[in-house]
């Protein structure tokens, strides 16, 4: 019988295999077996240990997940991530809240405002009336490690809802990522994948999301990110969050990121994402394409 910790475990011991299979066409055999080693030696008790708190609050002109729109409409996303790791080790470990609030729906008129005392109407309804309604609650535990400049992150995601569009859910993400530095210029190079699988209401729903994106320091303070991706989602993730039944490369998208960080305190960053849907029954079910922008103010301690 296929259970949650029945997938969990064939799922890590699958991302394990698949580290040290990536790894061994990068390194030497000496140079893998230091690196490993290192990695599980990260804790020991003789090294100095660290906390990393990072806060942010954004604003977003559309709630948009995966290329997919999930709200159309003005968002505010706070966020709190901890992490905790040991100064010469490779590896840490994270945990992390994140929440969507609804702002008022742009498309209500004043005509409406008497809408609250409707009891024709339900209340998951009347919500989207109501500034800063919390509509979605994320919890991440994470894992991350780096291996030269390759670096494996695990997480565990459990999405909980406020309203009855979506059933609370759980995810189980995989993220490789690797680095070509560029000392002359300043610049990086980052080749990139997630593997992302429900584990709870919907089991084996699967998407894939292959990224390259290229940051840059254009002065001591600003910085410049601009990535292109391309989603390819499962028959029963397209079923559940596309409305569709059936497998598909989704979208392919851009994304272009221009932070400020006067200190190492302080950033500020604005985000803009534009998609295009490549398969026709989502552009038919979803338009042709999705963008946003965000304004995004963070704090790291």
Known sequence: MLTVTGILKF?????????????????????????????????????????????????????????????????????????????DAVNKIGTGVWFNFRMPHKNISNENSDIENSSLISDNTKSIYKPFNLSETDLYLMHQAAIYDLTLKNT????????????????????????????VTGSELIIGSEFACDIYASPGALIITHSLSFEKNITEFLSLNTSF?????????????????????????????????????????????????????????????????????????
Not at 29 to 39: C, D, G, K, R, T
Not at 70 to 80: G, M, R
Not at 290 to 297: D, E, K, N, R, V
Request: hydrophobic letters at 35%.
């Open 156 to 183: 565990a995601a459990v999405y909980l809802f406020s309203g009855e569009e979506f059933e609370n859910t759980a995810e189980y993400i995989f993220n490789a990522s690797y680095s070509l530095h560029e000392r």
């Open 229 to 301: 991706n391309l989603v390819w989602a499962s028959a029963k993730y397209n079923y559940v969050n596309a409305d569709i039944n059936k497998s598909a490369l989704n979208s392919a998208g851009t994304e272009l990121n221009v932070t400020y960080s006067p200190s190492e305190i302080f950033y500020a960053k604005l985000r803009c994402q534009y998609n295009r849907y490549i398969d026709g029954l989502i552009a038919e079910e979803h338009g042709k394409s999705s963008s946003f922008l965000g304004i995004t103010a963070g704090f790291n301690f």
């Open 11 to 87: 799922c890590k011991l699958s991302i394990f295999h698949m580290a040290i299979a990536m790894c061994s066409y990068l390194f030497t055999p000496y140079e893998l077996y230091s690196q490993v080693q290192n990695n599980f030696k990260g804790f020991e008790s003789n090294s100095n240990t660290y906390f990393e708190l990072n806060a942010e609050n954004e604003f977003c002109s559309k709630y948009i997940f995966r290329g997919l729109t999930v709200e159309d409409n003005f968002v505010y996303q706070p966020a709190l991530y901890l992490w905790y790791g040991k100064e």
